[in-house]
């Protein structure tokens, strides 16, 4: 079974410092990869996608990709206490998106 | 502009009876896609409809699972002989459709609870 793998946490991060959330994933034939938030009780929302190698940034995000070792990082810059929630990794797989468990995030007034 | 909306927001039933959940996705959205969500759990995928063409049903979890979708629009996710661990938020999500643009609008879930 082809996963997509998240530390469930919850991760703590003090307020203005960076947070650092990580998926892997097992199916070398996915092209598309997305983070998205999720508040509790709220339906998810996009972050960011991201389809090559390397990093794309987006004011306080950026998202990292790496094919070759299957992993897709998020990195939220000056974490805010508007950040805590639940992130999800997705992955495009044959146009379904697949999520995994999401990464609880709380950020540490 | 209107987004994807689900109905009902709420259903509680009791163990053994049939329930229709609604998903009406964002207007020219070809792509409709149902997950469901268990509590502290992560999105389980369902079903994705793609325009014209046959579902991926590969997500359903068993055969008393099932979902159509009318005219390339509203969609109804059919659950029969509910059982307990049905109980979850059932989320619809739609989205354009075109390559490279997978953004997913989600809805505001039904939260289904079987007694």
């Known amino acids: 079974q082809k996963e997509v793998e998240q530390n469930s946490g919850p991760l703590s991060v003090p307020e203005g410092a960076i947070a650092s959330l990580n998926c892997t994933y097992s199916?070398?034939?996915?092209?598309?990869f997305f983070w998205y938030r999720q508040y509790s009780g709220k339906s998810p929302e996009l972050i960011m996608f991201?389809?090559?190698?390397g990093d794309k940034e987006d004011g306080r995000f950026t998202a990292q990709l790496n094919k070759a070792s299957q992993y897709v990082s998020l990195l939220i810059r000056d974490s805010q206490p508007s950040d805590s929630a639940t992130y999800l990794c997705?992955?495009?797989?044959?146009?379904?998106?697949?999520f995994g468990k999401g990464t609880r995030l709380h950020i540490l007034p | 502009g209107a987004g994807v909306s689900q109905s009902p927001s709420n259903k509680v039933t009791e163990k053994g009876k049939d329930v229709e959940l609604r998903c009406d996705p964002i207007?020219?959205?070809?792509?409709l896609y149902w997950y469901r969500q268990s509590l502290g759990q992560g999105l389980e995928f369902l079903i994705y409809?793609?325009?014209?063409?046959?579902?991926?049903k590969s997500g359903l979890p068993s055969d008393r699972f099932s979902a159509e979708r009318t005219g390339g629009s509203v969609s109804t996710l059919t659950i029969q002989r509910t059982q307990q661990e049905d109980s979850a938020v059932y989320l619809c999500?739609?989205?354009?459709?075109?390559?490279?643009?997978?953004?997913?609008?989600f809805g505001p879930g039904t939260r289904l609870t079987v007694t």
């Open positions: 999500a739609s989205s354009s459709g075109l390559a490279y643009t997978y953004e997913q609008y």
């Open positions: 199916d070398r034939g996915s092209q598309s």
């Open positions: 991201i389809y090559s190698n």
């Open positions: 997705a992955e495009d797989r044959d146009d379904k998106i697949i």
């Open positions: 207007s020219g959205h070809t792509a």
């Open positions: 409809f793609q325009g014209n063409s046959a579902p991926d």
